[in-house]
């Protein structure tokens, strides 16, 4: 059976476990508990040796880095298939993901570190804006960025956005991503997966203490939604 090595509150973890539920993978999971740095013990530095969840091994390959276990899983498990066929839909779905994944996910940081006064979560959200506008313009009328079915889009953005929603950005001045999220919600592998204000807590304590240890460049790259 798939082993999935992941923590549940690391945003690029939920990415990975959405998708395994949503396509009915069964899998084996491991906690890799971050907090207790179990990521630096030699047995998972042997799977992931730049220390990041998540990690899955299947019929004996091993695979890291999120968006190739999603490509992997897309492309292995045909059932309930996360990619469309057509051309235009597909370039679709790739644009939210990777929009999500390169221009949207760093701004996570500042809406956990950054005061109410500074620059900086001024910036955060003025840039958070232009992205949600983005992805009103790219889902239109549809249900989902690739029309009626969930993508592997919906799952890298929906990760994100409902990420910053809980961390205090003002979502609901973009209805049709508000309604959107609202959507992704009800599907069970959402409900299963989403943290709840504790977890939030938890998550915003955690990216603290790693900004107080450590340069907010290194932060960045390791807790990007
Ligand atoms: N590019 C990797 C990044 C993975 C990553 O940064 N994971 C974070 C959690 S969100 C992590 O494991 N941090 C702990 C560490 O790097 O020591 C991916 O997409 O899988």
């Not at 990975?16 to 047995?43: C, G, H, M, Y």
Request: overall charge neutral.
């Amino acid at each position: 059976m798939l082993k999935f090595y992941y923590h549940p509150l690391s945003p690029l973890s939920r990415r990975v476990w959405i998708a395994l539920l949503e396509k009915d993978i069964p899998l084996t999971s491991i906690i890799i508990n971050l907090q207790d740095r179990e990521q630096f013990k030699p047995d998972f530095l042997t799977l992931n040796p730049f220390h990041h969840v998540t990690v899955i091994v299947d019929d004996g390959l091993r695979v890291l880095e999120s968006l190739a276990i999603l490509d992997y899983l897309e492309s292995k498990y045909l059932n309930k298939p996360l990619l469309p066929n057509d051309s235009s839909k597909l370039a679709k779905v790739r644009m939210a993901q990777m929009v999500a994944n390169n221009e949207l996910s760093s701004l996570v940081i500042p809406l956990i570190s950054e005061t109410e006064d500074s620059p900086q979560l001024g910036k955060a959200k003025r840039k958070i804006k232009r992205i949600f506008k983005f992805l009103t313009e790219l889902l239109e009328d549809n249900d989902y960025f690739g029309g009626d079915k969930i993508s592997l889009g919906d799952i890298v953005a929906g990760n994100t956005v409902i990420l910053t929603d809980k961390l205090g950005f003002e979502l609901s001045q973009f209805a049709k991503i508000n309604q959107w999220c609202d959507r992704l919600m009800q599907r069970p592998a959402w409900q299963q997966t989403q943290p709840n204000d504790e977890q939030i807590a938890v998550f915003k304590q955690t990216v603290q203490k790693l900004i107080e240890s450590q340069s907010k460049a290194q932060v960045v790259r390791q807790v990007k939604s």
